[in-house]
């Protein structure tokens, strides 16, 4: 099992659009690159280099004549963009990325097991309002 991410993190964008990770996430990770993709609800899932080659087995094991499957697997991989790491430990994010994810200056980053999620504050804020009274109810296991 490789790492697993949990808690959030407030972060601001540059001028540019860079970000700097919290030091904690990556403690211990010798890690040049993260990649990033489509995620659920509106963010952005971001990926170790490790993860993100599981990812792409599950993605190669799923049943490309499945139109559902089929859809996740091309949104997914059509989305995938990679970011490296500048001398000041920050990513660049991008005019585009910002812009088709909707995210602000301010950043959310939530631990999310295998992977983070990078959301727009704002819009996390919305979700949380959404979702916020479901969190104790009863979840069903299969």
């Not at 099992?1 to 403690?27: A, H, Q, V, W």
């Amino acid at each position: 099992m490789g790492k697993i991410f949990y808690g959030s993190y407030l972060r601001n964008l540059d001028e540019k659009g860079r970000l700097l990770l919290p030091s904690t996430l990556l403690k211990g990770e010798e890690v040049d690159r993260l990649y990033v993709l489509k995620g659920f609800d509106g963010c952005l899932s971001v990926y170790l280099p490790d993860e993100f080659s599981t990812l792409m087995d599950e993605l190669k094991h799923m049943d490309f004549r499945d139109p559902g499957q089929r859809a996740f697997v091309r949104l997914s991989l059509a989305s995938i963009k990679e970011l490296r790491f500048d001398s000041h430990g920050r990513v660049l994010l991008g005019a585009d990325t910002l812009a088709e994810y909707g995210l602000g200056r301010e950043i959310l980053i939530l631990g999310a097991m295998d992977h983070l999620e990078f959301w727009d504050k704002k819009a996390f804020a919305a979700y949380n309002l959404r979702n916020g009274a479901s969190f104790d109810a009863p979840v069903r296991r299969s």
